[in-house]
């Protein structure tokens, strides 16, 4: 047993982590399953499978990092992973995957490398509402019952429709904390579940951007400094 003068110069969970755990123990407390997969993907997996189209925006090469001859790359988001578990069980089917990213960003609010939790709920009927229900226990449940939050029509290729939710601030402004939407049934074909008959739920969060909020951390950059006096606020 250490001396009780070096305990209290111990390390702690860091927070992203410790954030990464509660976010997961939270959907699994749902009856979500975690899945895992590569942090290396195919553009099959990474843009393919989820409908993004070679034209757009994001498979171009100022934004994705790509290796090894443009065959291979860092995967953008953690979607793949949701994939690659559709592809080997039939609905019904709830994953939850977590993990590092990789986008071509850097500054206050943005970093070349974060986290993210992705879920995905397919079965038959699964409607709006139903998101809209589990996306409200999430939020309560990170943020408490008392924030106000609002749902904005947004676009992503993998859902149909699609939206970004918004949390009202102390300072009374709204700040985008997640985005979701049903399955896009394009995307249910791909991965050979028949669209006719099921429907599923998505959403994904930043692991960062989340822990900013909760903490009050301005400056994304600070999670990665190792400055211990900083660390340190989160024991």
């Known amino acids: 047993i250490s001396p009780p003068e070096l305990i209290k110069d111990r390390g702690s969970l860091h927070p992203i982590n410790h954030m990464k755990d509660s976010i997961m123990n939270l959907l699994t407390s749902y009856g979500f399953e975690i899945v895992d997969g590569p942090e290396i993907e195919t553009e099959e997996f990474n843009f393919d499978m989820l409908n993004i189209k070679k034209s757009h925006p994001a498979r171009q090469m100022h934004d994705t990092f790509y290796i090894e001859n443009k065959s291979n790359l860092l995967r953008t988001h953690t979607s793949p992973v949701q994939i690659r578990g559709m592809l080997e069980k039939k609905p019904p089917l709830a994953f939850i995957s977590g993990g590092k990213v990789y986008r071509k960003d850097d500054d206050a609010t943005h970093l070349p490398m974060f986290h993210q939790v992705e879920g995905i709920y397919v079965d038959e009927n699964v409607s709006f509402a139903q998101l809209k229900d589990l996306i409200y226990k999430i939020i309560y ?53 028949n669209s006719d008959k099921y429907s599923g739920l998505a959403f994904g969060l930043g692991i960062e951007r989340i822990a900013m909020l909760k903490h009050g951390v301005t400056d994304i950059r600070e999670f990665y400094k190792s400055n211990l006096d900083f660390l340190s606020q989160f024991k």
Do not use: H, Q
Request: net charge negative; with cysteine; hydrophobic share 40%.
């Open 141 to 193: 449940s990170l943020f408490g019952e008392d924030v106000e939050l609002r749902f904005r029509p947004s676009y992503f290729p993998f859902t149909e429709p699609s939206a970004e939710v918004d949390i009202l601030s102390k300072e009374g402004k709204w700040l985008e904390i997640l985005g979701c939407g049903l399955v896009n049934p394009i995307v249910l074909d791909n991965c050979n579940i």
